[in-house]
């Protein structure tokens, strides 16, 4: 079976960090591009960070370049996504997906992504 788990949510005050987690089971994820996305109350879930299937590429939205950052350990089967400087509109639930089409490019596109985790909430408050 398939399967996607995040982990490393929480709460953290505005500047904090955390490091988010996507473990695979059940497939290998060298052959898959990795999305993170984020959708928080009452918006649209939209792509955070993407890496490629190598780690060659990757892509950042623009509201977190600079502070966020994508990695992933195919030796682990784990991606990961460092998140700095944190503020409180990064609050949402965070998930990770992965695609097949996407493995060269890493485009977040929400829907070329086939396979979901179940999200991990991140709260930014003071």
């Known amino acids: 079976q398939l399967q996607l788990v995040e982990s490393g949510g929480g709460l953290v005050q505005p500047g904090g960090s955390l490091r988010l987690s996507c473990a695979a089971s059940g497939f290998t994820l060298n052959y898959y591009a990795i999305g993170w996305f984020r959708q928080a109350p009452g918006k649209e879930r939209e792509g955070v960070s993407c890496i490629s299937s190598s780690g060659a590429r990757t892509n950042y939205a623009d509201s977190v370049k600079g502070r966020f950052t994508i990695s992933r350990d195919n030796a682990k089967n784990t991606v990961y996504l460092q998140m700095n400087s944190l503020k409180p509109e990064d609050t949402a639930v965070y998930y990770c997906?992965?695609?097949?089409?996407?493995?060269?490019?890493?485009?977040?596109?929400?829907?070329?992504?086939?396979?979901w985790g179940q999200g991990t909430q991140v709260t930014v408050s003071s």
């Open positions: 997906a992965a695609s097949g089409s996407q493995r060269l490019f890493a485009l977040c596109a929400v829907s070329s992504y086939d396979y």
